[in-house]
Structures are given as structure tokens and as C-alpha cells.
């Protein structure tokens, strides 16, 4: 469990989460004060905020359930889930083939649910004036094994020669994963000498606290602490695109866009608890992932989602039959 506030609570007291949570409230049923039970979750620090969030408004309609989410990142919430260990997954990435192989030989079947869009977001300290804009290249240089990156002049000549610390999520993190395929490739090596940490605020302290510093992690981490670290811009090939609510639902914040899924066992879903939950979840998502920082997804795909949910769709509809990787955005690939 994280024991930091979390952002639901934050928010509630400054008034931003009452408009969300009357419509929340006012959408849940009756009978679900009768509902008991408890609901495990895990993984992802990207996803816990959002999970977080709305397990928070569910225990207002269904007090008697005890929802625990935990942070240990997408690739543990995974091992968790694979051996039937909790409920949900919390995950900033489609799950990976030996991942489901593994949930198959377990018997764990699930159901896969995209709830939002993020932004990775690439930070620096407020203090650094030089760094604006980063090409996925020079970012590459940066966080390769290969690219000998020790000072910012190394990336830039113009810059000053000030030694670099490089910050980044833990390795069994989703968010980690997504930033290395996207940076180095699948089977590139990222350098060693990295601070890491599955909690983003960690990074978020790290990247504050050091001028040469440069990190990584969510949107809703950088919203949430904009006075602590600076967004750099990146540049995909076609200019530099700052991140924001826009660029990201318009996808021209790119490569760093991404959605955010839960997965759920069938099995579970069988428990009155766990199926009311995670339809107030999708039923909710849309109203407050802007609240805790990340974007909400077109409504078409929150009913495609939905219906997925319904017929109890099981597999990812990220791999095909032979388990190759599926490209797309969330649009192609739910249609």
C-alpha cells in the first residue's frame, strides 16, 4: 500500500473532486450498501492513482468493501496477478505474451480494460535553463548503455558541462518498459549507473533536488508537481510538442502517448464485489481520470471497453493469435 495522500484525497480538499464525486454518487446504485467483501490490487504507480481514486469513491457506496491497491510496479502487479494472487492488475502496458502463457498454466483467465491516456513525461530541474527540448534520439543517447552521456555538454555543445544524474522508474515497471522500447528498442541496453525507484514521488524528489538531474514518469506525477520539476519537450520528427491534456488525446505528443488498462480475473469477477467495482470503474473512469492528472478516452472506446466487460472478453487484444505484438492506436485496435 502507498501511504503517501494520495491524489483523490489532495483534491477532495481543495474542492476540485466535487463535481466529479456528485456524479459519481449519484450514479451508483442502491444495493451496493449491502455489498461485502474485500478486492486485492496491484501494480502499476502510474495506474494507482487513478484505481486509488475511485476505490475511494466506491467505499462511499459500498462501505462494507475493502479495496487495497498496491504499487509494485506493472511487471510485479503482474506475477501477482498471473498466480491468481490478486483480483486486478493495475498496468501502464498491454500485458506480454509470457505473461498470459503464464496466467494460462495458472488457469487465471482476464479481461483486459483500457481506463485512460498518459503522457510520459521527461523532467528536469527547474534551475536547468539550457535543456528545453529533447529529440527522442538525444533522450536515447541519455539513458542508452552505449551512448556516453556523463555531462549536458555531451549532448549539446552549447550546453554547460554540468554532470548528468539520470532518474527512472524501476525495472519492473510498465512505464520503465514502455520508455525503453520506445528509446532503445526491446533489445537495447539502458545504462547502469541510474537512481531508480518504483515510486514516482522518489523521482520526483531526486529530479528537484539536483540541477544536472533528468527523470521520467507519468503525467499526472509532472501536473501534480509542476513547481517541483520542469516538462521538457520532445521532438518525434516533426517539431517540439510540450505535454498536456491536448497533445496527448490528439496523439501529437509523440512517441510518449500511451493508454493505461486494468485487467481483471474472470474468476473474481464472479464475486458480486469485484463485478460492482469495476462497473462503477468504467462507468466512472471518464469523469475522473482528469481529476487525478491523466486524460480521459473517447467515448466510443469507453463503450467498446464496456461491452468487452459485459461479455466477459477474455485475452489482450495487444497480441494476435500467434502472439506477436498488435500496433496501433486504441481506435484500430478496438475496433
Do not use: H
Request: glycine fraction near 10%.
Amino acid at each position: 500500500m502507498k501511504n503517501t495522500l494520495t491524489f483523490a484525497t489532495k483534491l477532495a480538499s481543495m474542492g476540485l473532486l466535487a463535481g466529479a464525486t456528485a456524479m459519481l454518487l449519484a450514479a451508483a446504485p442502491q444495493d451496493m450498501k449491502a455489498l461485502k467483501g474485500a478486492i486485492k490490487v496491484d501494480g502499476s504507480s502510474t495506474v494507482y492513482p487513478i484505481t486509488e481514486a475511485i476505490a475511494e469513491e466506491f467505499n462511499k457506496v459500498a462501505s462494507k468493501v475493502r479495496v487495497t491497491v498496491g504499487i509494485s510496479g506493472t511487471g510485479g502487479g503482474f506475477k501477482r496477478f498471473c498466480a491468481g494472487e490478486i483480483d486486478i492488475s493495475d498496468a501502464s502496458r498491454p500485458i506480454k505474451k509470457s505473461e498470459s502463457d503464464g496466467a494460462g498454466k495458472a488457469g487465471v483467465e482476464f479481461v483486459e480494460l483500457p481506463v485512460a491516456y498518459d503522457g510520459l513525461t521527461i523532467v528536469v530541474n527547474p534551475k536547468n535553463t539550457w535543456c528545453t527540448a529533447l529529440t527522442v534520439d538525444q533522450i536515447k543517447k541519455i539513458y542508452s548503455a552505449s551512448g556516453g552521456i556523463k555531462s549536458w555538454k555531451d549532448i549539446d555543445p552549447t550546453w554547460p558541462d554540468k554532470a548528468i544524474k539520470v532518474y527512472s522508474p524501476g525495472t519492473d515497471s510498465g512505464t520503465f518498459d514502455y520508455f525503453k522500447e520506445v528509446t532503445v528498442g526491446k533489445d537495447g541496453s539502458i545504462r547502469s549507473d541510474m537512481s531508480v525507484s518504483e515510486d514516482d514521488n522518489v523521482l520526483v524528489r531526486g529530479v528537484s533536488g539536483d540541477e544536472g538531474a533528468i527523470g521520467f514518469f507519468g503525467c499526472a506525477y509532472y501536473f501534480e508537481n509542476k513547481d517541483k520539476v520542469k516538462a521538457v519537450a520532445i521532438d518525434g520528427g516533426k517539431g517540439a510538442v510540450a505535454v498536456s491534456v491536448e497533445s496527448i488525446e490528439n496523439g501529437s505528443y509523440a512517441p510518449f502517448s500511451r493508454p493505461l488498462f486494468i485487467y481483471v480475473n474472470k474468476k473474481s469477477a464472479e464475486r458480486a464485489e469485484v463485478d460492482a467495482f469495476v462497473d462503477f470503474y468504467l462507468k466512472n473512469a471518464a469523469a475522473l481520470v482528469g481529476e487525478v492528472g491523466y486524460v480521459k478516452l473517447p467515448e466510443a472506446i469507453y463503450a467498446k471497453v464496456g461491452k468487452n466487460w459485459d461479455d466477459r472478453r477474455t485475452g489482450t487484444q495487444f497480441s494476435d493469435a500467434e502472439g506477436k505484438a498488435v500496433a496501433g492506436s486504441l481506435a484500430d485496435i478496438y475496433k
